[in-house]
């Protein structure tokens, strides 16, 4: 019913930079939060940032001022601009929405199929 395709990962040199995006496509109705979360492996998924449909933020404190979130035009697509990428950022990033389908009443939370992103020299 809900897709939610990723794109943007890839391999990157210690400083460099990296624009994630996501599209969410279905039966939608409303798109409450947008965010991003990344799983390193063999730990849990944490965190990266989300945003509000009112375009409010939330970061995690080992990115900010490093990434920004930001939603498209269409409110249906979020992208993440990594900036001064740290060998640390490497990790599988997950996209996440809050959301409404189309005839219900309460919301429910979907998750992209993940985009790996490296950073090493």
């Known amino acids: 019913q809900v897709q939610l395709v990723e794109s943007g990962g890839g391999l990157v040199q210690p400083g460099g930079s990296l624009r994630l995006s996501c599209a969410a496509s279905?039966?939608?109705?409303?798109?409450?939060?947008m965010g991003w979360y990344r799983q390193i492996t063999g730990k849990q998924r944490e965190l990266v940032a989300t945003?509000?449909?009112?375009?409010?933020?939330n970061y995690a404190d080992s990115v900010k001022g490093r990434f920004t979130i930001s939603r498209g035009n269409a409110k249906n697509t979020v992208y993440l601009q990594m900036s001064s990428l740290k060998p640390e950022d490497t990790a599988v990033y997950y996209c996440?929405?809050?959301?409404?389908?189309?005839?219900?009443?309460?919301?429910?939370?979907?998750w992209g199929q993940g985009t790996q992103v490296t950073v090493s020299s």
């Open positions: 945003i509000t449909s009112g375009g409010s933020t």
């Open positions: 996440n929405a809050d959301l409404f389908l189309a005839g219900l009443i309460t919301p429910n939370v979907y």
């Open positions: 279905g039966s939608i109705s409303r798109i409450n939060v």
